[in-house]
């Protein structure tokens, strides 16, 4: 009987792949063969010696210690693409609210006083200032072409966007599955100059913690609009908060709340929710539960 510890309410669908008559599954288990999570931290020092994988119901695997991991030889699965539809929408989503100052508008609207007309008539007067854009002809700069920007550079193409994307380490299935309207560049600068919007989607690893910097801002598109729903580690917030000021950026949208962007109102925060989406965390599931499932039947390494 294998033994699997879950963490975070691991999607019921994903639990199910693991057949009780040869796992037991549990948030209680002691000596766990693997370690089934979406959020929660693992450290190293918290790693049994029973344990040999580690499925995380999620893209990104910066709660486990990969390296220590590996050290052990214990591999840790995670499932590429399996939310890419859940992030491509809330950042569409951001893409929209910024284009067009839905969140000040909705914020002045929310100011106004009075009885129906007193609060039209305001508005009225007061609405020329949320005068936004439209997004076909625009150029959207995607950062990191993984399952999920070739998702969004796809989805932009497809309203009529020019699409730049950068990916040093593209795959060859992920080149393959980018519509070939969407040009590539060679390097950031290049597409931070050329994008009236752009959207990161690289991991949080030692290349490109902090890339998005005071250098990588200054050469950037005037009133260019920033939504990172990859790791908030990737951006410099000092940089971001001068960009605003600046006007080089005109607003930024992303996943992570921060005390140092808190109350600015060019800033949108969110509290990570790009997968939290009923859909995306079952299928996160499912592929993070078949994947330890093989491999601790059968040794297999499946992740994809
Ligand atoms: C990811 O890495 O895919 C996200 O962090 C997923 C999540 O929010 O669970």
Not at 35 to 50: F, G, M, Q
Not at 204 to 226: C, D, F, H, K, S
């Amino acid at each position: 009987m294998y033994k699997v510890l879950t963490f975070d309410n691991i999607s019921s669908r994903g639990l199910d792949r693991l057949p009780r008559e040869r796992f037991e599954v549990s948030s209680e288990i002691q000596h766990p063969d693997a370690v089934l999570l979406r959020s929660a931290k693992l450290h190293e020092w918290d790693v049994p010696d029973t344990l040999k994988a580690v499925g995380r119901a999620g893209a990104g695997v910066n709660n486990v210690p990969v390296d220590a991991m590996s050290a052990r030889g214990i591999p840790v699965f995670n499932a590429p693409g399996a939310n890419a539809n859940a992030v491509k929408e809330l950042v569409l989503a951001g893409m929209f609210l910024a284009a067009r100052n839905v969140c000040a508008a909705w914020a002045f609207a929310e100011s106004l006083e009075g009885d129906d007309a007193a609060m039209n008539k305001e508005a009225e007067a007061g609405k020329k200032q949320f005068t936004g854009f439209e997004l076909p002809g625009r150029t959207l700069g995607v950062i990191g072409l993984g399952a999920v920007g070739v998702n969004i550079a796809n989805a932009a193409a497809g309203l009529g966007m020019k699409v730049i994307g950068y990916d040093p380490k593209i795959t060859v299935r992920n080149a393959w599955n980018l519509e070939s309207n969407v040009t590539r560049a060679q390097t950031v600068d290049e597409v931070m100059a050329a994008s009236d919007m752009v959207t990161l989607h690289v991991p949080e690893i030692e290349e490109t913690r902090g890339m998005i910097n005071g250098a990588r801002l200054a050469a950037a598109r005037e009133g260019q609009v920033l939504l990172n729903f990859a790791r908030a580690g990737v951006v410099d917030d000092d940089a971001i908060i001068k960009a605003l000021d600046e006007g080089r950026l005109s607003s930024y949208i992303c996943d992570f709340p921060a005390a140092a962007l808190k109350g600015n109102s060019k800033v949108v925060a969110l509290p990570h929710i790009g997968a939290s989406t009923n859909e995306a965390q079952e299928n996160c599931a499912i592929m993070a539960a078949d994947e330890i499932r093989d491999f601790l039947e059968t040794g297999n390494v499946t992740n994809s």
